[in-house]
């Protein structure tokens, strides 16, 4: 049965050879090594950034519909509060957040809040 399993491989992958395009001899070397060596588990998703940096908010909670937002009167920008829950208590108050920013979809992601001033 084992024996029968590497020949099933072995024709699949000739079968693949002759219908992939023409690739330099070494390039098909190593995609076969690559495919031949790779473990069984899937793939991770490498991700640029992985570790956002924390960063140190000042401004304004306000209520902004169904979110809480920090409001910038110094920049003139507002950021989503990703903790509606810790937000709801510093409406109106000047406060600093620290946490991380997803520049995206302008969402901080709050460590802490604390009201200053």
Same mark, same amino acid.
């Given at each position: 049965m084992r024996l029968r399993l590497m020949v099933l491989r072995? !024709?699949?992958? *000739?079968?693949?050879?002759? &219908?992939?395009?023409?690739?330099?001899?070494?390039?098909?070397?190593?995609?076969?090594?690559?495919?031949? +060596?790779?473990? *069984? !588990?899937?793939?991770?998703?490498?991700?640029?950034?992985?570790?956002?940096?924390?960063? /140190? &908010? &000042?401004? +304004?909670?306000?209520? *902004?519909?169904?979110? &809480?937002?920090?409001?910038? *009167?110094? /920049?003139?920008?507002?950021?989503t509060l990703d903790d509606s829950r810790e937000a709801s208590h510093y409406v109106e108050m000047a406060v600093k957040v620290v946490g991380t920013l997803d520049e995206t979809r302008n969402v901080i992601h709050v460590e802490s809040i604390q009201r200053i001033g």
């Open positions: 072995q !024709a699949a992958l *000739s079968a693949l050879v002759s &219908f992939a395009p023409v690739l330099p001899c070494a390039a098909l070397q190593s995609a076969a090594t690559s495919a031949a +060596t790779a473990p *069984s !588990a899937p793939p991770t998703i490498l991700r640029l950034n992985a570790q956002a940096e924390v960063e /140190t &908010f &000042f401004g +304004t909670v306000l209520k *902004s519909g169904p979110n &809480f937002v920090l409001s910038d *009167s110094a /920049t003139k920008s507002k950021y």
